[in-house]
């Protein structure tokens, strides 16, 4: 049970260029979200998906966009990555029905 | 004002201190409070969960809600060097699919041997 896992680990992007953030959980969680951190920012919830086949968007969605593959895995996508992207990607998931969320590893992504 | 405020610290304490940890939050509507640990280069992980107010207590952990005041604790008794980690508080008003946590930005604790 490797619980929520994400891919890439590290990141060095060009400003202009895209890339995929990829999350996936095994622990049958119907809801999942997508959440940036930045030194003195805290925690912010870009989108989440409440279940299977929604997505909606959080605080700071602007520049990103979330595909729920299936109900295991939630993607997160930047179209044209800028420097103010810079910042450490954590994906979490939780149960229906519960508040509980469980983080993955995180990804750290550079925009030069 | 932000929802959720946390005292900024940084924190270092010696080992075997009593920690303290608290959160303020204005939104009425918040009835479960979480606190997570994150390590250094970590992801966040569920440390205490409590519902309404009260004290829950998990070995050296007790976490307390005080609704009327809106302030939320965190005390660690016996604190060790394993618990220097980054602790923040959340909280969310419902339950169900559409729940969404709100965060405090995060304190930073040393624990120093």
């Known amino acids: 049970n490797a619980g929520v896992t994400q891919t890439p680990k590290f990141q060095v992007l060009k400003t202009g260029q895209s890339m995929t953030l990829q999350c996936a959980q095994d622990?049958?969680?119907?809801?999942m979200y997508w959440y940036r951190q930045d030194p003195g920012m805290g925690l912010r919830l870009i989108y989440y998906s409440a279940s299977e086949g929604t997505t909606d968007k959080g605080e700071v969605p602007n520049g990103y966009n979330v595909s729920r593959l299936n109900k295991r895995e939630f993607s997160l996508r930047l179209e044209s990555a800028a420097p103010s992207q810079t910042s450490v990607y954590f994906c979490?998931?939780?149960?229906?029905?519960?508040?509980?969320?469980?983080f993955g590893p995180g990804t750290r992504l550079l925009v030069l | 004002q932000k929802e959720v405020e946390q005292d900024p610290g940084p924190l270092s304490v010696p080992e075997g201190a009593i920690v303290s940890l608290n959160c303020t939050y204005s939104n009425s509507a918040f009835q479960y409070f979480m606190w997570y640990r994150q390590y250094s280069r970590k992801g966040p992980e569920l440390l205490m969960y409590t519902y309404s107010s009260g004290n829950k207590e998990d070995g050296r952990f007790t976490a307390q809600v005080d609704k009327s005041s809106k302030y939320i604790s965190l005390f660690i008794r016996d604190s060790q060097p394993s618990d220097s980690a980054t602790y923040l508080c959340?909280?969310?008003?419902?339950?169900?699919?559409?729940?969404?946590?709100?965060f405090g930005k995060g304190i930073t604790l040393s624990v120093r041997p």
């Open positions: 979490a998931s939780s149960p229906t029905g519960q508040e509980t969320q469980y």
């Open positions: 959340a909280m969310s008003p419902l339950t169900g699919a559409n729940s969404k946590l709100t």
């Open positions: 622990m049958n969680h119907n809801s």
